[in-house]
């Protein structure tokens, strides 16, 4: 499996970006997808995951209310629609990919390469 992470660019706060992650190598709908990020100097953490089907999702509360996952199964793509964007967004945001399941914890399977979202104050 492959995932390829795109989309990120710098943005002023309180704007919009919306990131893709497309995947390729194996059955995407037999796969959970999640997006991560890491800021310099902290840990990976965890934004946002969909189910197989894409009829539940869940959110970091950082998340909530601004950020939106979503998936086409029939391109095999996941996206990540972020608005009202806050300088403390700013991170690499990684793509990940397990079969079956997946949670919070970064221990999913598959991993994109990560794009680089900037957010000016």
């Known amino acids: 499996v492959q995932l390829q992470a795109s989309g990120g660019g710098l943005v002023q706060a309180g704007g919009s970006l919306r990131l893709s992650c497309d995947f390729s190598?194996?059955?995407?709908?037999?796969?959970?997808l999640a997006w991560f990020r890491q800021a310099p100097g902290k840990e990976r953490e965890f934004v946002a995951s969909?189910?197989?089907?894409?009829?539940?999702?869940m959110y970091s509360d950082s998340a909530k209310g601004r950020f939106t996952i979503s998936r086409d199964n029939a391109k095999a793509t996941a996206f990540l629609e972020m608005s009202n964007l806050r300088p403390e967004d700013t991170a690499i945001y990684y793509c990940a990919a397990n079969p079956g399941w997946g949670g919070i914890r970064p221990n999913y399977r598959y991993w994109g390469q990560g794009t680089l979202v900037t957010v000016s104050s």
């Open positions: 190598g194996g059955t995407f709908n037999d796969h959970v």
């Open positions: 969909i189910t197989t089907s894409g009829a539940r999702t």
